[in-house]
């Protein structure tokens, strides 16, 4: 297993042909693509976006430029989501840019779930497109690029039967503070709507070895914030010998020095046991912030859904999570709308909103999947009644939010300083409770420090404060 670790744009820039190391990369001596550039688009989930820094880092390393703008790349990639009907509808919109401009000499290609869904059928529908490899088939990029490079048209990576992730030995992060880390890819619990176990494969996770190797040289680069990602990212299952839990890789995660902040993000419900709760408690490195997807209030659509637990087992989770004795913001995923859901199934969501009192919500109408269980479900919900029990949740939530943040205006919060506006003095970041916090602060420079931050006021999304110390 390759061992993987972060680099800079502008080291990897400097890493040229010309470079005799750059053999030692595995970059070819003389690649057709030499001075080749290329332009990334990514739809889709943070794993997409983390997707697709790995991605950047391996064509930056094998001697392409990255440029802004479609028009100015020799090749063109879109990382693709199609976990709903809209997000996959994107792609083809953005295909269709280049009817007709075959001569134009770009390779177009598309990675990720779309590509997953559709396949060789991409090609029937868009002919210019050249690639079509799914996230289970990154690490066979290298050769698919190579094949490019050689003038090969029609390139493919769609084998989801894998035990193998996705590591590179360059990644590109975008935010110099806050690094995205894949512990587990794929998924293997079949929720009935879902697309993701059919487009990203079964579970398989990375060793905590190379996971905490990978951290250690996160933190010598100025890293000072991991997120740890996966589909369902406590059902990790550590392949070494080691054999580390979730919860004891959060906490080896967060004694790497330099480390200040471990985040984890998605959790399944099913898996979600008390040691997770425990290590946020013991460990104010772990922030405390839990994403906890519900998706309804109603046993009886839950069980629709396969979702593997009932409205009052969610319950109990949500209630030893609050009985922590350090504070735990939770946040969540609701689908409204699915096959059958009635309007008492749908009161049942908005009574858990009520009872639970999330800190934030995702909220979607349902839609209907390729390759789906639900896809061929009776009663489907029309959509005019989709989108009006979208709004009622999404206001009941609303006021949710702006009375639950109005109880911290007055209270001190650590915040790591991720953004700075255009307006004198004012600066943004995230609380370890995963609350933006827009700030006024006379310092000059703040950005990725950590600071004090008072709350002076709150709307629903975002709380409004003053640096403190
Ligand atoms: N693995 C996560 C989990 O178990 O909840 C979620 C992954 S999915 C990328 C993110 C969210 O998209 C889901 O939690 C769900 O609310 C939503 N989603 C997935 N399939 C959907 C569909 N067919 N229609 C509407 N929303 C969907
Ligand atoms: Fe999709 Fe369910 Fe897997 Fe989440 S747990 S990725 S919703 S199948």
């Excluded at 063109?76 to 953005?94: G, H, P």
């Excluded at 487009?199 to 997120?227: C, K």
Aim: proline share 5%; net charge neutral; glycine share 8%.
């Amino acid at each position: 297993m390759t061992q993987a670790f972060d680099i800079s744009l502008d080291a990897l820039r400097a890493r040229s042909f010309a470079d005799p190391d750059a053999a030692a990369t595995g970059a070819p001596a003389t690649p057709r693509h030499s001075g080749g550039t290329f332009f990334l688009e990514t739809f889709g989930c943070q794993m997409n976006e983390h997707d697709s820094e790995k991605v950047a880092g391996l064509l930056l390393s094998r001697g392409y430029r990255q440029v802004e703008s479609p028009d100015a790349a020799s090749l063109i990639l879109y990382n693709t989501c199609s976990i709903r009907e809209k997000a996959a509808q994107k792609l083809f919109s953005r295909l269709g840019e280049y009817r007709g401009r075959e001569g134009e000499g770009r390779t177009i290609g598309v990675l990720g779930c779309v590509a997953q869904q559709e396949g060789e059928q991409i090609f029937q529908r868009a002919p210019w497109v050249s690639l079509v490899c799914g996230s289970a088939s990154y690490r066979k990029l290298p050769e698919l690029l190579s094949q490019l490079e050689a003038g090969n048209q029609r390139v493919t990576g769609l084998d989801t039967d894998t035990d193998e992730t996705f590591e590179t030995e360059v990644t590109r992060r975008d935010n110099p503070w806050r690094a995205y880390l894949t512990i587990i890819e794929g998924c293997d619990k079949a929720c009935a709507y879902c697309v993701v176990p059919f487009t990203r494969g079964p579970e398989r996770s990375r060793a905590s070895g190379s996971v905490l190797e990978e951290v250690r040289q996160l933190a010598e680069l100025g890293y000072s914030e991991v997120q740890l990602l996966g589909q369902t990212v406590n059902s990790y299952a550590d392949p070494s010998s080691r054999q580390m839990r979730f919860s004891e890789l959060l906490m080896a995660v967060a004694e790497v020095p330099g480390i200040r902040r471990v985040r984890f993000t998605t959790s399944h419900p099913r898996d979600f046991t008390p040691d997770i709760v425990l290590a946020i408690e013991s460990q104010p490195k772990i922030c405390n912030h839990v994403h906890l997807p519900v998706q309804s209030g109603a046993t009886r659509v839950l069980k629709a859904m396969q979702r593997t637990y009932s409205r009052e087992g969610y319950l109990e989770k949500i209630a030893m999570i609050r009985g922590a004795r350090r504070p735990i913001s939770i946040t969540t995923d609701i689908i409204v709308g699915f096959p059958g859901e009635t309007e008492d199934d749908f009161q049942q969501t908005l009574s858990l909103a009520e009872a639970v009192r999330y800190e934030g919500m995702f909220s979607f109408k349902y839609s209907p999947r390729p390759n789906t269980p639900a896809r061929s479900m009776n009663d489907p919900i029309p959509e005019e009644e989709k989108s009006r029990r979208l709004a009622v949740l999404q206001e009941r939530q609303r006021q949710i939010q702006t009375d639950g943040n109005s109880s911290l205006v007055g209270m001190a919060f650590e915040v790591m300083v991720s953004g700075k506006s255009r307006r004198e003095n004012q600066w943004s970041g995230h609380t370890s409770c995963h609350r933006v916090l827009n700030f006024t602060s006379q310092e000059r420079a703040l950005l990725g420090t950590y600071v004090q931050v008072s709350v002076t006021s709150v709307g629903p999304n975002s709380l409004v404060g003053e640096h403190s110390s």
